[in-house]
């Protein structure tokens, strides 16, 4: 985008709303806490490799089922893993999971969304009734469905979660662009004899940005939730694997023996989740022009 | 009126067509020879060729929909390859029991969540609406088949009160039936209290702050009798209507419920079926529960145009 460019036309609102925002979001409290808890568990993902702690799939027949101690601080598994280091390894597959199936849930409705609301009459009611009948199918209904039709696996699971959750962003995107696409500078646009796909990338594009990004990050927190919850029934993360949701699937069959097993892995989805959710609820308010 | 219903079935049924092809291409989804896929361990080709005839899968893939949606319309969705049960059948077995837990879950969940939404409005930016506000985001936050294993740990392995899994039919003992249930219900209806609790709030918010609001303040009614009458009252249509379009995520969650209690409802004969790759089942409780949440979202707009004279008058 060139400078000679932006300065013929006004710009839709959502740049100059960036530092605002961004000022906002930071006198947010729980919105820095929830970027904090997030920000926590992306690093230890990350740094899984490096840190100092014991192999997440190394068995040990004289620790089995062992409660936690200085030893191993979480306890061990039925096989006598180290949950600690298995938690860490597991907050991968889970924020993997989360991120992957939103980033397609919104490569793929958010160009839908933009044709469907833009160029309106047939496209629209074709993509429009597509996403009804999505939206119709229940979000872990479909997800699992898909899931035993593709066969279970982390990659399987990430695009079931993607193609249940695209829906919500075709509508968002269509919605958005409907309502600012008969404002003066869309039409302006237009009258100077801009192309559609210009008018779309430069005009519309950035008014879908603000409620697409906080729809993005409260959906990263379902994803997680949905990713534990096919874990859960065993058609996500594959066993060896280390993930929350596998996790708690072993964990259920030994809560007299070995609750332990239970707590760390659903405290962990528990915190994740609410970290991503009280995130995006601080940029809904942040980025919402109307509480200024 | 009439031709708002009409116009409203007018994107039900094409919606209802899309669900229906969406299934019938999941099968298509499958790896392989759907036949041999079907024809299950011993691969015997008079069992193959059978399946193929059976399924018309030598014919084009239109006229294999038409088939199988011919078939669909005269209820016929398919033999369980596990219990060679009518799909249909099996479906209608289980449906009653996720029925009562999805009773009694949204009445679990407006029993909590409209109160607290109430009581957090009222109480706008004190320390009760803080916590209320927590409260809701945790509950939306804690994955449920998390919170039922707790449970599970807490109240039936250490304190023995309620039992961790069972069912029973509530005609047949009813006690018995309340007390397997109560705990699965709670669990369903954790995430929608805190959904209802917000969106309680801010349509409490929004009435607060009409004009008819202060006029029974003005005229001296009492607070209480304002937020009852006068505003709760106005409130509710929003969040009744809410309700029904939570019914889908009521059903999803119901799958992961069943599963920890071992509830023999809807949801477990999902996740059966995808471990027995007993997959026209699957393709019939994906096909009832979309058609279940079209039917009950047309029931809920009507209504919601019924009982709103704006809108009525708007068309």
Redesign the interface.
């Known amino acids: 985008m060139s400078a000679t460019s932006d300065a013929l036309l006004p710009v839709a609102g959502t740049y100059r709303t960036g530092s605002r925002a961004w000022r906002k979001l930071r006198t947010n409290k729980s919105a820095l806490f929830g970027f904090t808890i997030v920000t926590f568990f992306i690093v230890l993902a990350l740094l899984a490799p490096i840190l100092p702690i014991d192999d997440p799939a190394a068995t040990s027949w004289s620790a089995v089922r062992k409660a936690p101690s200085l030893d191993h601080l979480m306890g061990t598994d039925e096989i006598g893993r180290d949950i600690f280091s298995r938690m860490i390894w597991g907050a991968r597959a889970s924020l993997i999971a989360g991120v992957i199936s939103v980033v397609m849930a919104v490569s793929i409705g958010v160009p839908f969304g933009l044709v469907a609301g833009y160029f309106g009459g047939w496209i629209d009611q074709g993509i429009s ?2 996403t ?11 997800a ?8 279970p696996s982390l990659t399987n699971a990430m695009i079931a979660i993607g193609l249940s959750a695209m829906p919500i962003f075709i509508r968002l995107t269509r919605g958005q662009v409907l309502s600012v696409k008969t404002d003066d500078y869309v039409e302006g646009a237009r009258a100077i004899g801009l192309t559609d796909l210009a008018i779309i990338l430069r005009y519309i594009l950035p008014n879908v940005f603000a409620p697409v990004l906080v729809q993005a990050t409260l959906t990263i ?1 379902t994803a997680i ?1 949905l990713e ?2 096919l874990s ?4 996500g993360q594959q066993p060896p694997a280390p993930s929350w949701g596998s996790m ?1 699937n072993v ?2 069959n030994f ?2 023996q070995a ?1 332990w097993m ?1 707590w760390w ?2 405290a962990a ?2 915190l994740v ?2 970290g991503f ?2 995130l995006g ?1 601080g940029l809904r308010d942040a980025l919402d022009p109307r509480e200024t | 009126m009439l031709s708002y219903i009409v116009r409203r079935l007018a994107i039900a049924v094409p919606t209802l067509i899309l669900v229906s092809i969406f299934v019938f291409t999941l099968q298509k989804l499958l790896p392989g020879d759907p036949a041999l896929v079907m024809a299950g361990e011993d691969r015997d080709p008079a069992a193959i060729a059978f399946i193929r005839e059976k399924y018309h899968l030598n014919e084009p893939i239109l006229i294999q929909y038409a088939y199988w949606m011919k078939a669909v319309l005269q209820g016929d969705m398919g033999i369980s390859l596990r219990t060679n049960q009518p799909v249909l059948g099996l479906i209608g077995d289980k449906l009653p029991v996720t029925i009562q837990l999805a009773l009694m879950a949204i009445v679990i969940a407006f029993v909590i969540g409209v109160p607290a939404g109430i009581l957090s409005a009222v109480k706008k930016g004190t320390m009760i609406d803080y916590v209320a506000n927590i409260v809701a985001l945790s509950g939306l936050s804690v994955p449920n088949f998390w919170l039922g294993i707790m449970l599970i740990l807490l109240v039936s392995v250490n304190l023995g009160w309620l039992p961790a899994s069972g069912y029973e039919s509530p005609f047949v003992d009813p006690l018995r039936s309340l007390k397997t249930m109560i705990m699965p219900a709670f669990v369903l209806g954790t995430s929608l209290a805190a959904t209802l609790m917000r969106h309680t709030r801010s349509a409490m918010l929004g009435v607060m702050k009409a004009d008819y609001v202060r006029t029974a303040r003005a005229k001296g009614v009492r607070e209480l009798a304002v937020i009852i009458k006068h505003a709760f009252r106005n409130a509710l249509l929003p969040i009744v209507t809410l309700s029904a379009l939570l019914f889908g995520e009521l059903l999803g969650g119901a799958v992961l419920t069943e599963q920890i209690f071992t509830i023999p409802g809807f949801g477990k004969l999902i996740v059966d079926a995808v471990f027995t790759r007993d997959y026209a089942v699957v393709q019939g409780v994906v096909l009832c529960a979309a058609a279940g949440v079209i039917l009950i979202n047309l029931v809920a707009d009507v209504l919601y145009f019924l009982v709103n004279p704006r809108i009525r008058s708007t068309l």
């Open positions: 009734r597509i009804d009948a999505l939206l119709a199918m229940p979000f872990l209904i479909l699992v469905a898909l899931a035993a039709f593709l066969g927190a939730i534990a919850a859960f029934l065993g058609l708690l964990a259920k809560l007299t609750p239970a892995p659903g989805i528990f989740v609410l959710n009280l609820d």
